[in-house]
């Protein structure tokens, strides 16, 4: 009978341990977690933003409405990381929620979505829908009374389905520019955010560009750049983007030389900042899993004393404990190794992905230290021999130079006429290079062709 409570007690404390350590790991309520990814959102950790919109998701007490909430704030992370065919049926379904729970915020808020993804042209082959989009962000805005910063939002992005509607007039609609205009100066004015009219310089931007009043643009590209942060070279890179096509406008051709060699050293800026940013998730990620192991081998010694007490019964019993401990310690190395393997297979120099082992060994032995040398050996030939087997695909393809860097502008969101302005060519012809890379690669979609051209680490 004593034996039996022992090893009822001791059975009793394995469990409290167990379930303690299980508490440290419980996340929070779909509220918390969804505030969390706003929050990684405003640092531009988008990923693991998305990681943490896909938690809540999961909450097993999310009702439709907190549902169709973090399914429209999931779209719009699926268009900033360029994930548009996903992120319209995550958009689609946050609206039928919100139509059956009835809330018009959440309504508008769906809607805004689906509108910014048919802006993208989400939901065809490449081509914005701007006329669909506008009658969208009408249905959202009927439903936004009482949300000015709503409003302001979608009428933000009312301007940009009229300035598409303009995209291919020569001479451009007045009346639909004008309405573009009228839509950003209705949005500031709405808006009770202080921040907010510097937000709309850049939909100013555009629009003074497209009006070809390059005065007014290029001091507005200026104010633009003059309130921007050191490190936002992503809106620094179209800030001069634009500015190369107005000075062109203005037939000042030593300016617009000058603001695209900007451009181009803003992207390879932001390009780097990206990449430093993955390494460093990558290394704290790791760390973390170090110390977690740490803390797994510490929970084993105290089942090993236990297993002293109570015999061999208690030794099963935490045996298997053990074993279902390293199977998940393995299953997490495994996650994070593809994790980085991912981001260094996919850095490039120049256009080629890194194969050289030397150089992934140099980085791999950095995160891991010299103690774990062998370990560093193995993730270093696991990431080369996946280097070299997407070079080898990429080759076996036949894409030619100009299609690579036509799939990498489709990556940067640009639409089939943004990447004929960008590399001075006609529309058709980059139809009928999109036309080759989608036979090619076997596909028929431009967010096909983007998925498979970040798996062959292309983008």
């Excluded at 699926?78 to 139509?99: C, F, K, P, S």
């Excluded at 520019?177 to 931007?205: C, H, N």
């Excluded at 991912?342 to 995160?367: F, H, N, V, W, Y």
């Amino acid at each position: 009978m004593r034996l039996r409570g022992l090893l009822f007690l001791t059975v009793g404390l394995a469990a409290m341990a167990v379930s303690c350590r299980g508490g440290d790991e419980k996340e929070g309520s779909w509220r918390e977690l969804l505030a969390e990814s706003e929050r990684l959102v405003g640092q531009k950790e988008w990923e693991l933003a998305t990681e943490y919109a896909i938690k809540a998701l999961s909450d097993p007490n999310l009702e439709d409405g907190g549902r169709s909430l973090c399914l429209s704030h999931l779209a719009a992370l699926d268009i900033i990381t360029w994930r548009d065919a996903q992120g319209w049926e995550h958009a689609v379904e946050a609206e039928q929620l919100a139509r059956a729970e009835g809330t018009d915020s959440l309504i508008a808020h769906a809607l805004l979505q689906k509108g910014r993804l048919q802006l993208c042209g989400a939901i065809t082959e490449g081509e914005a829908q701007d006329a669909e989009a506008l009658e969208t962000l009408r249905d959202a805005m009927s439903h936004a009374s009482g949300s000015p910063n709503l409003q302001a939002e979608i009428l933000l992005q009312t301007s940009q389905a009229y300035i598409g509607l303009n995209r291919f007039r020569d001479p451009v609609d007045a009346e639909i520019y004008q309405k573009a205009g009228r839509s950003i100066e209705q949005a500031v004015a709405v808006s009770t955010d202080p921040a907010f009219p510097s937000r709309a310089l850049p939909y100013w931007m555009r629009w003074y560009r497209q009006g070809g009043n390059w005065r007014d643009g290029i001091a507005c590209c200026q104010q633009v750049l003059e309130g921007l942060q050191e490190d936002d070279y992503l809106m620094r890179s179209q800030c001069w983007n634009n500015l190369v096509m107005l000075y062109a406008q203005a037939g000042d051709v030593d300016s617009a030389a000058s603001a695209h060699q900007q451009y181009v050293y803003s992207m390879e800026y932001y390009m780097q900042q990206k990449a430093d940013a993955r390494l460093q998730e990558m290394e704290t990620r790791y760390e973390t899993s170090l110390k977690e192991e740490k803390i797994a081998r510490m929970h084993i010694w105290v089942g090993l004393l236990l297993v002293l007490v109570v015999a061999f019964v208690v030794v099963v019993i935490l045996s298997q404990v053990y074993i279902r401990r390293i199977i998940a310690s393995d299953r997490g190395k495994e996650q994070l190794l593809r994790l980085i393997s991912k981001d260094l297979a996919s850095s490039r120099s120049g256009d080629a992905p890194i194969t050289d082992k030397e150089m992934i060994l140099d980085r791999c032995q950095s995160l891991l230290g010299e103690e774990d040398a062998a370990v560093a050996e193995d993730i270093a030939s696991y990431i080369t021999g996946l280097a070299e087997e997407r070079s080898r695909k990429v080759k076996e393809l036949g894409l030619t130079a100009r299609e690579l860097e036509v799939i990498r502008l489709s990556g940067e969101g640009l639409s089939a006429a943004g990447i004929a302005e960008r590399l001075h060519v006609s529309v058709y012809t980059i139809k009928n290079h999109k036309q080759n890379i989608y036979t090619k690669m076997a596909v028929r979609s431009n967010a096909e062709m983007l998925r498979q051209a970040n798996q062959l680490g292309i983008l």
